[in-house]
């Protein structure tokens, strides 16, 4: 396991059963608080992270908004939001730490592909979003002429597919980040994935937990991280944090907020 380092969990859902959630597929996921987060990622050297509403979650920001006030660290939100949002709620979202969109072309429960362009440009042109993807890679190349005009998009657990890592890398090439997440769900090898990605665009991969792996067949585990390591090599502090940090729009880090744990405030 990969320790002394600073991580900045790119993906993760927070579950708290105060809030609302939505049956999808006829499934709810299990209790996630952010105290079982935060005992979870005790010992990763976690300082900061990526909240992703999930299709459970649906249009909801109640829990999103109540986990970023209450976790330590630079932590931000990706939401989904129904297409007619107003341009001032969207503004009023980035005030309370939300930096992106989410789109979940795999399981639902967010705004739909066709309303995808439009409303990735707006929430990027009001409050500088970046759109993403939760969306098997064999899926992209459909829609290649969509994507390749939008100003900032990320794709989850590398893609999902090897079948269609050719598309994910293609996809790269024109400016888009890809989570390395989900390790357990994705059906490739996912050091051969990351070191293709990072082949393209050394900036472009980030790691994130996946917690608590919803419907994951293989959960994630601490040693998934020594896969990044191994993939990654003398580009693995980029992987952990620099290249999320920059695409999440984090402000300069100072060393007391670097050095800041979830699991010691």
């Not at 005790?42 to 986990?67: K, M, P, T, W, Y």
């Not at 440009?121 to 829609?143: C, F, M, N, P, T």
């Amino acid at each position: 396991m990969t320790t002394g380092r600073r991580v900045f969990d790119a993906h993760l859902h927070i579950v708290d059963p105060r809030f609302p959630l939505v049956p999808n597929d006829g499934y709810l996921p299990p209790e996630f608080t952010v105290a079982d987060y935060r005992r979870r990622v005790h010992d990763l050297g976690v300082c900061g992270g990526a909240v992703v509403s999930g299709s459970f979650q649906a249009f909801d920001q109640a829990c999103l908004i109540e986990a970023l006030r209450s976790l330590p660290g630079d932590f931000v939100g990706v939401t989904q939001i129904p297409a007619d949002t107003p341009d001032r709620r969207i503004t009023e979202l980035d005030g309370l730490g939300i930096r992106a969109v989410r789109f979940n072309v795999r399981r639902g429960g967010s705004a739909s592909i066709d309303d995808l362009a439009a409303l990735a440009r707006r929430v990027h042109d009001l409050a500088g979003w970046h759109a993403e993807l939760y969306i098997d890679s064999r899926d992209l190349d459909a829609l290649a002429p969509t994507l390749a005009g939008l100003p900032a998009v990320s794709v989850d657990h590398l893609g999902l597919s090897a079948a269609g890592l050719p598309a994910l890398l293609r996809l790269v090439e024109s400016g888009a980040r890809v989570k390395a997440t989900g390790f357990g769900r994705a059906d490739l090898d996912p050091v051969t994935a990351m070191r293709a990605v990072l082949d393209v665009d050394p900036h472009a991969l980030m790691f994130g937990t996946d917690l608590p792996s919803t419907r994951a067949p293989r959960p994630f585990r601490d040693d998934d991280l020594d896969l990044v390591a191994e993939a990654a090599g003398e580009q693995l502090a980029d992987v952990l944090w620099h290249n999320a940090a920059r695409f999440y729009r984090l402000p300069d880090q100072s060393p007391a907020s670097a050095a800041r744990n979830p699991s010691e405030a």
